[in-house]
């Protein structure tokens, strides 16, 4: 099993930056591929970014390329996405999610069995 804890969204003006947070727990966090989703109401959840093992193999939905960027400390057991230039239309419940398999269907929410219970962001115009 698997434990997420997602922190460290909030309210932010339009053009502005936060840094989301998630804390893993549970089997061995080095070995598990994390990605970001996010869901806004009436909306389908959607993949934001994917990080795997060693960190050296990322990838970014495009609406968030030059502006998210996801990493991972393994000794913290933490995975960060660090969202800068943040737009309206990035407000959303940010869920942090678990898998130990690198599958090439990583942009779908059913490949990850493991999800924290989600932080807010909401970015203002």
């Known amino acids: 099993q698997v434990q997420l804890v997602e922190s460290g969204g909030g309210l932010v003006q339009a053009g502005g930056s936060l840094r989301l947070s998630c804390a893993a727990s549970?089997?061995?966090?080095?070995?598990?591929?994390m990605g970001w989703f996010r869901q806004s109401p009436g909306k389908e959840r959607e993949f934001v970014a994917v990080?795997?093992?060693?960190?050296?193999?990322?990838y970014y939905t495009d609406s968030v390329k030059g502006r998210f960027t996801i990493s991972r400390d393994n000794a913290k057991n933490t995975v960060y996405l660090q969202m800068n230039s943040l737009k309206p239309e990035d407000t959303a419940v940010y869920l942090c999610?678990?898998?130990?398999?690198?599958?090439?269907?990583?942009?779908?929410?059913?490949?990850?069995?493991?999800w924290g219970q989600g932080t807010q962001v909401t970015v203002s115009s």
């Open positions: 549970g089997r061995t966090f080095s070995s598990s591929v």
């Open positions: 999610a678990a898998s130990f398999d690198f599958s090439a269907s990583y942009y779908q929410s059913s490949q990850y069995p493991y």
């Open positions: 990080i795997g093992w060693s960190a050296v193999v990322k």
